[in-house]
């Protein structure tokens, strides 16, 4: 186990104390390790559960769909009108014009009626099979690594010391937010109140329900877990919070990316691949406090 605690002056005693700054061991390998090959899975999962999704472009509620049912909470699809073909996106009976994007899209001209865009979708092409054989080998790839990241982080204390929330977390959150929405970052060991909100989410509540309602819909896992489906809400209502899972973690990505991109890119990528990290200058209590890997 490798245990790194040092300041930049203290790894270099000739550098200059002008940048005042420390260089902090932020991230151990399992998170930079984990956190990439989520992202990659990630990836994956989404472009070619969009492709999956196009097979039949409608979300339900309840057990089971077809025509004598009238469940539909979701719908995307192209239709005939006087101004020529048009896609649409139906979200609880209110129709938006989606052309170009939902329903009806492609190179002008070649316009296809398909619900996501080719350019969203792997393979780009309609082909479900690919598609299904790509999302099950990452979903085995995503869980396994949540799994990993469980383990490591229980045995190496990142889950105690940095992810779990404390009384003081919640005394903060009111401070955090104005922070946040003023764009004014602190750069220290330690997340803040949001960030421990917005990666507990992820890792705790939408990873997981995304890999239980996708056994649910799986027919061998039907038979593992017959009860899974019925806790659920039913094989459609499964689905359904499996889309809405995928939604809300795009919704993730794009705030994450933009906190990055706001905090200071460099420094925050740097922390998720080599796991070092420059805090802002000390207060005069703080102590080096030591991590391990
Ligand atoms: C779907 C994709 C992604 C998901 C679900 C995700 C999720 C997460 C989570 C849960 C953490 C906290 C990990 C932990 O503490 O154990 C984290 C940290 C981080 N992620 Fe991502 N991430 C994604 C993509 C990315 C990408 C593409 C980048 C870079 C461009 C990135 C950069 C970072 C950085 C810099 C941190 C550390 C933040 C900090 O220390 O303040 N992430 N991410």
């Known amino acids: 186990m490798e245990s790194v605690a040092r300041s930049q002056s203290a790894a270099d005693p000739g550098a200059s104390a002008s940048n ?25 999962m989404l472009l070619s559960g969009l492709q999956i999704f196009n097979a039949r472009p409608q979300l339900y509620i309840g057990k089971e769909s077809g025509f ?19 896609g649409y996106t139906d979200i609880f009976g209110h129709r938006f014009d989606t052309t ?13 009626s398909r619900a996501f865009p080719s350019w969203a979708t792997i393979p780009s ?3 479900l099979g690919t598609a299904r054989v790509i999302h099950f080998f990452f979903a085995w790839i995503l869980t396994t690594t949540l799994i990993v990241w469980f383990v490591a982080s229980t045995v190496n204390g990142h889950l105690r010391r940095d992810l779990a929330p404390r009384l003081d977390d919640l005394k903060r959150l009111p401070q955090d937010i104005v922070d946040h929405a003023k764009l004014k970052f602190h750069h220290t060991r330690e997340y803040n109140t949001l960030q421990k909100m917005a990666y507990g989410g992820v ?25 899974l489906n019925d806790l659920l809400g039913g094989r459609q209502t499964a689905r ?22 706001a905090a200071g890119p460099i420094n925050e990528l740097r922390s998720i691949i080599t796991g070092w990290y420059r805090t802002d200058p000390p207060a005069q209590d703080d102590k080096p406090v030591e991590r391990s890997a």
């Not at 004598?68 to 048009?86: H, K, L, S």
């Not at 170009?100 to 296809?112: D, K």
Request: proline share 5%; no cysteine; hydrophobic share 50%.
């Open 20 to 44: 005042d700054k420390t260089l902090i061991y932020r991230q151990s390998r399992w998170t930079r390790l984990t956190h990439w090959l989520w992202a990659i899975s990630l990836f994956f």
């Open 68 to 86: 004598d049912y009238n469940n539909t909470i979701f719908a995307i699809g192209a239709e005939n009108t006087n101004a020529g073909p048009r």
């Open 100 to 112: 170009g994007v939902l329903g009806w899209s492609g190179p002008a001209g070649q316009e296809t």
């Open 125 to 127: 092409y309609y082909d």
């Open 203 to 227: 890792l705790f509540v939408l990873l997981p329900l995304m890999i239980i309602t996708g056994l649910a819909m799986s027919p061998s896992m039907n038979a593992v877990l017959p009860f």
């Open 240 to 261: 359904t919070i499996h889309f809405t899972v995928m939604v809300l973690l795009v919704g993730f990505f794009i705030i994450h990316i933009l906190m990055i991109v």
